[in-house]
């Protein structure tokens, strides 16, 4: 349909049926095939005819479902405007994928843009248009459940996953139907809540957010992601699904987005509750105004938009505003053409959780799991080891994670299964439950673990401690396990440590136990072989830490790229000579494992930092280069990092931000040369006037395998570089 057919169709339409477009209702209000009021749906006092009125739906997915449904609203619709199916498809849709945060991990943005593509084509054969996903907001708090959703705690890594992760939903315009819409959320600050605490305040000055938690959205929107959903949260004192300034000043305006913006669950409702609207009338007045454009499950919208515009044509505006949005979008995913999208039973029965899609998401596993610690290189295991397995995560299907809505954990093969296929001894207890401990069991393991030459504990948090609503204030392991952890130390057996976690976790008791530890993250539905891989050295680990891991739960929030302050630490934190700095005196200011961490079982080493020159201009970038030498005899898999400080700025800089990475593969007993391209947009600040600014002077450049091992050295920025910089943004 043309863009001139859209405006045709939307002349036709009568008020009701624009603000049913506004309306987003979930699969509770579908019985069968057909819409229904009945039971505790009742309570929102819905017609029929305003069922079949409504622009969308969510929860509701199948192909023979969906079609029927979309066939039997069309049938109810007077001028046939098929209806938008969403859901959230996270991280997979029936083949789960590992988590956001792990496949943040790989760092390697094509794993990410897999991992959407595949998610996307199982998700249009079974029906969906729309996914949720991805979750760019900027997470430094792992007390915050939904950390397993985001990309961490860097505002260039998570950048380049966010259009990565749309790139792969939505492939290029027009989308194809092996395709879906994404919807970057949430907007904005969502993963910065006071506490951890899901759901609550978040007061940031508007200098920060705009340096830190802006830059990834604004990379979604630049990939021409098709929808963004508001944040629970207030930002800047508003709820952010009444904000004006938030949605129209800077997401409309500045980012130039011009697609749908749709609710969180009941976000319209809950400014009752935030104490910005006194009842649910002003709530759609105030929304709408903010240029939110689907109500999802408050039903404001319906029940007073209709009112307004009796008495209010700026209110009959914002609405054409809107439905012209919703439209276009059902435009751009080819519904008028085809309500369907070509969805059947029979392409839904090949398209999912095919052989490739299944390797795609083990590849991604392999990519994600991060190698904290290899004691005198125990790992990668030997065939005719005897392994002596235990802890609660071990004989589990339970390892796909939160959000993995179509996902079968019953079918899903556990990693106790994957190790009897790789490995000729092994020997299996429990040892204990993730919150449970008894006598019998803990002697079991022990009789075990006394047989056997290593000790393989899968310990962790399960699925249902991380994703929405799991905040929690103790990070580390549940003493359970902690108590086999420490009856199976006194055997003085060497003891691997797999953690099966949605985000970082306060593991100083379980390193110093262990002689190798893992971070196998929730990783899907082929993790358990993946992990297998790992162990017996099949596979080379290569994942990288894209969030800190405390030393203490008192130090978070703790991350790399914390701002230069007045009395820094210089050397050691836990150098007691001078009292007076920014500095804990009961425990070092040094995180456990840094942000970028992670081992490999080839001995790899950076050395030979240079530069082709030293000054930095705008038409003129500088060659970083690097020298990654392998001493070992297996190939290994190097993700090389390049940060930047700036010594002095108009506004305070971090101690180091992340600017580029490469990952690469060094054969055995070799070097390899990489480069970095250095230019002037990647020296840009945001000033105290909040706009992007790039200060003359001197910067550090440094080159490492993580945050905290660095080669160093210097470049400096001219005179005349700012200038040109702010012509061209004025440009």
């Not at 092996?178 to 305040?201: D, L, M, Q, S």
């Not at 790789?422 to 449970?436: D, P």
Request: hydrophobic share 40%; proline share 4%.
């Amino acid at each position: 349909m043309t863009n001139s057919t859209v405006k045709k169709l939307f002349e036709r339409m009568t008020i009701e049926e624009k603000i049913g477009q506004l309306l987003q209702i979930s699969a509770d209000f579908f019985q069968g095939n057909s819409a229904v009021i009945t039971g505790p749906m009742s309570e929102h006092h819905l017609s029929l005819k305003t069922l079949y009125q409504a622009g969308s739906v969510l929860g509701v997915s199948g192909a023979k479902r969906v079609r029927a449904i979309q066939s039997d609203y069309l049938a109810h619709s007077r001028l046939k405007i098929p209806m938008l199916f969403m859901a959230d498809v996270v991280h997979g849709y029936q083949t789960i994928f590992p988590i956001p945060l792990a496949l943040t991990a790989s760092f390697d943005p094509s794993v990410m843009k897999n991992a959407s593509e595949v998610a996307a084509s199982e998700a249009a054969a079974g029906g969906i248009h729309v996914t949720f996903a991805p979750m760019v907001d900027l997470v430094r708090d792992p007390r915050w459940g939904r950390v397993m959703e985001s990309s961490g705690e860097d505002p260039f890594l998570s950048s380049v996953m966010a259009q990565a992760a749309v790139k792969g939903f939505q492939g290029e315009k027009p989308l194809t139907n092996e395709h879906i819409a994404a919807c970057v959320k949430h907007f904005a600050a969502y993963g910065a809540p006071e506490a951890g605490r899901e759901y609550n305040t978040v007061d940031l000055s508007e200098w920060r957010f705009r340096e830190q938690y802006l830059p990834a959205y604004a990379k979604a929107i630049e990939a021409q992601v098709l929808l963004v959903m508001t944040s629970f949260n207030t930002l800047f004192g508003v709820p952010a699904t009444a904000n004006q300034y938030l949605m129209r000043d800077i997401l409309r305006k500045e980012l130039h987005f011009n697609g749908v913006l749709i609710s969180d669950w009941d976000a319209i409702g809950e400014l009752i509750a935030h104490g910005v609207a006194g009842d649910l009338k002003q709530a759609a007045s105030l929304a709408l105004k903010a240029g939110v454009d689907i109500d999802m499950m408050s039903f404001a919208y319906a029940h007073y938009l209709k009112k307004a515009t009796d008495v209010d044509s700026n209110t009959k505006k914002l609405i054409d505003e809107s439905v012209m949005r919703i439209l276009e979008l059902k435009d751009v995913l080819g519904l008028f053409d085809d309500p369907y999208r070509g969805i059947s039973e029979e392409r839904e029965a090949i398209a999912i959780k095919t052989h490739k899609n299944l390797a795609s998401a083990q590849h991604a596993a392999e990519q994600a799991m991060v190698l904290l610690k290899n004691k005198n290189h125990i790992l990668p295991l030997k065939q005719q080891q005897r392994l002596a397995v235990v802890g609660p995560a071990a004989n589990t299907g339970e390892i796909l994670g939160s959000w993995s809505w179509q996902g079968d954990s019953s079918t899903t093969e556990s990693y106790i299964s994957a190790l009897r296929r790789h490995f000729l001894n092994v020997s299996y207890a429990q040892g204990c439950g993730f919150h449970q401990i008894n006598l019998q069991e803990v002697q079991t393991a022990m009789k075990i673990a006394r047989n056997s030459d290593v000790i393989v504990a899968f310990m962790g948090l399960p699925q249902s401690d991380s994703g929405e609503a799991t905040s929690m204030t103790n990070l580390c392991l549940p003493k359970e396990q902690l108590t086999l952890l420490a009856r199976l130390s006194e055997l003085n057996k060497p003891m691997v440590i797999v953690v099966n976690t949605g985000r970082p976790l306060v593991l100083t008791d379980v390193d110093a136990e262990s002689d190798a530890m893992l971070i196998s993250w929730f990783p899907g539905s082929r993790g358990a072989e993946a992990l297998a891989n790992i162990l017996d050295g099949t596979v080379e680990p290569s994942g990288k830490l894209p969030m800190t891991f405390p030393r203490r739960l008192g130090q978070i929030p703790v991350y790399y790229n914390a701002y230069s302050t007045g009395r820094p630490i210089q050397g050691d934190s836990s150098d007691n000579k001078n009292k007076y700095l920014s500095k804990y005196i009961d425990e070092s200011n040094e995180p456990l494992y840094p942000f970028g961490f992670g081992l490999t079982y080839a001995d790899l080493i950076v050395t030979d930092l240079r530069l082709n020159q030293k000054t930095i201009t705008p038409n003129k970038s500088i060659h970083v280069m690097a020298v990654v030498k392998n001493r070992s005899d297996r190939d290994g898999l190097a993700v090389v990092q390049c940060y930047i400080h700036q010594k002095v700025g108009q506004t305070v800089r971090p101690i180091k931000q992340l600017i580029d990475f490469i990952k690469v593969i060094i054969p055995a007993n070799s070097t390899k040369t990489v480069e970095f391209n250095l230019t002037s947009d990647k020296l840009v600040s945001v000033h105290s006037d909040l706009a992007k600014h790039i200060d003359v002077g001197e910067y550090i450049v440094m080159v490492g395998l993580d945050s905290e091992k660095v080669l160093k050295d210097t470049v400096f920025a001219k005179q005349n570089i700012g200038e040109l910089y702010n012509d061209q943004i004025k440009k």
